[in-house]
């Protein structure tokens, strides 16, 4: 049974940074894909960073990039996403996925294991 838990949401003020974790249990990852989804209020769950966990090859939405960095420590099969410059609009529920096979996807019904999710808000 794989769990997921994330943490390390909470409320910023634009410009200022956090960093999200999410603790991957029941398997061993090598052969898997993680990713970091996010649902603002009103919105559907849309992709923002992934990352194959043998080779750490990793993908960004467009927006995000060159703020955000997805990560994992391998020895403690813990997923990350520090995020800097944050912005209003990355205020929403920051989930984790994971997904067998060893290929990047961002299509959100791929992923088969979600947390429950981290609230992160940032305040203008």
């Known amino acids: 049974q794989v769990q997921l838990v994330e943490s390390g949401g909470g409320l910023v003020q634009a410009g200022g940074s956090l960093r999200l974790s999410c603790a991957a249990s029941?398997?061993?990852?090598?052969?898997?894909?993680m990713g970091w989804f996010r649902q603002a209020p009103g919105k559907g769950r849309e992709f923002v960073a992934a990352?194959?966990?043998?080779?750490?090859?990793?993908y960004y939405k467009d927006s995000v990039k060159g703020r955000f960095t997805i990560s994992r420590d391998n020895a403690k099969n813990t997923l990350f996403l520090q995020m800097n410059s944050l912005k209003p609009e990355d205020t929403a529920v920051y989930y984790c996925?994971?997904?067998?096979?060893?290929?990047?996807?961002?299509?959100?019904?791929?992923?088969?294991?979600w947390g429950q999710g981290t609230q992160v808000t940032v305040s203008s």
């Open positions: 996925a994971a997904t067998a096979g060893v290929v990047i996807t961002t299509t959100l019904g791929r992923y088969n294991y």
């Open positions: 029941g398997r061993t990852f090598s052969s898997y894909s």
């Open positions: 990352l194959t966990w043998i080779g750490g090859s990793t």
